[in-house]
């Protein structure tokens, strides 16, 4: 197995979020232009940087060999990997690569003169990763100080897309943005709920100690939600929401989170597409009082929430 840090984009993450790519070197002949994308295989780890924005998205496995698209809708003539999530960044959030190799405690194995680090990624699909790079890779994944939320981040436009797609980018209008415009709307909806008395909202990695008594409260692997809405009244909570938004990643950690505060607020909104819905729903009900899951839990796909 060898690790492999692809070089992509935002909009490329929005139209295909289960593939890499590479144009091919002939129009009608089935071979990636940049020869070394060639030497992906099954099995493989990637981890997947979009450019322009310098984040890491998260990393992936190779589920598939090399396959030929002759037109794909978006990508044209291309090369592709399956690929599925095998580690991503706390929910909402992308890891900002340009803040974790700017720390000078870091140093990376592909990036010998660290200060001209972009130069080493110039003109390149895919380069190998060593295993130490790899491993500070998804380390900082987990690390707030390396995070940035993926609210903050405007897709940028970028010399491959400009070929290929008329138009700027506009993620808000794509998949990728769906997991952020979820979060707004359901920010919008707890703050119309009570009239004048307006809840605290707090988005976007969330801990879940801030729910839990601090009798209980994690003090290793800690855990976080997409958001959280509370009203109180002589200082104590009246009403508490949680938002959890699935796109990719483990269902089934995610069904954890929600067991864990699910005794402790009054409701829970569980946004995704329908048939993750369905499966979320299944798994909860295994590991949950089902007579809670049924009281407090709502399920929404994307389809209705963003209407």
């Given at each position: 197995?060898?690790?492999?840090?692809?070089?992509?984009?935002?909009?490329?993450?929005?139209?295909?979020?289960?593939?890499?790519?590479?144009?091919?070197?002939?129009?009608?002949?089935?071979?990636?232009?940049?020869?070394?994308?060639?030497?992906?295989?099954?099995g493989d780890l990637v981890v997947y940087?979009?450019?322009?924005?310098?984040?890491?998205?998260?990393i992936f496995e190779v589920v598939s060999d090399m396959k030929y698209l002759q037109n794909d809708p978006n990508w044209k003539e291309i090369m592709v990997y399956k690929i599925k999530p095998v580690e991503s960044p706390i929910l909402g959030n992308y890891l900002d690569f340009k803040k974790l190799v700017?720390?000078?405690?870091?140093?990376?194995?592909?990036?010998?003169?660290?200060?001209?680090?972009?130069?080493?990624?110039?003109?390149?699909?895919?380069?190998?990763?060593?295993?130490?790079?790899?491993?500070?890779?998804?380390?900082?994944?987990?690390k707030n100080e390396y995070l940035k939320s993926i609210k903050e981040i405007e897709v940028k436009d970028t010399r491959w897309h400009r070929k290929y797609v008329k138009?700027?980018?506009?993620?808000?209008?794509?998949?990728?943005?769906?997991?952020?415009?979820?979060?707004?709307?359901?920010?919008?909806?707890?703050?119309?709920?009570?009239?004048?008395?307006?809840?605290?909202?707090?988005t976007n990695t969330v801990d879940i100690n801030e729910i839990l008594p601090n009798t209980i409260w994690l003090k290793e692997n800690r855990k976080y939600v997409d958001g959280l809405a509370t009203l109180k009244t002589g200082g104590q909570p009246i009403y508490q929401s949680v938002l959890e938004v699935h796109?990719?990643?483990?269902?089934e950690d995610l069904c954890v989170r929600v067991s864990i505060v699910l005794p402790f607020v009054t409701r829970v909104d569980i946004v995704s597409d329908e048939e993750n819905l369905r499966r979320i729903g299944e798994l909860l009900e295994r590991i949950a009082d089902l007579n809670i899951v049924k009281?407090?839990?709502?399920?929404?796909?994307?389809t209705e929430f963003l209407h």
């Open positions: 197995m060898n690790y492999w840090f692809v070089v992509h984009d935002l909009l490329a993450y929005s139209q295909h979020s289960d593939m890499i790519g590479n144009v091919v070197r002939k129009s009608g002949v089935p071979e990636p232009k940049f020869s070394k994308f060639g030497e992906i295989q099954k940087y979009a450019t322009k924005d310098m984040v890491v998205v998260g700017a720390n000078p405690t870091v140093q990376f194995d592909m990036f010998p003169k660290k200060k001209n680090w972009g130069n080493y990624l110039q003109g390149q699909t895919c380069k190998l990763l060593t295993e130490r790079d790899y491993l500070l890779i998804k380390g900082a994944l987990s138009g700027k980018p506009d993620i808000r209008k794509s998949k990728a943005g769906r997991h952020q415009r979820a979060i707004e709307r359901w920010k919008i909806e707890e703050e119309k709920k009570f009239g004048i008395f307006k809840p605290e909202i707090k796109e990719r990643g483990s269902r009281s407090r839990v709502k399920f929404y796909s994307f």
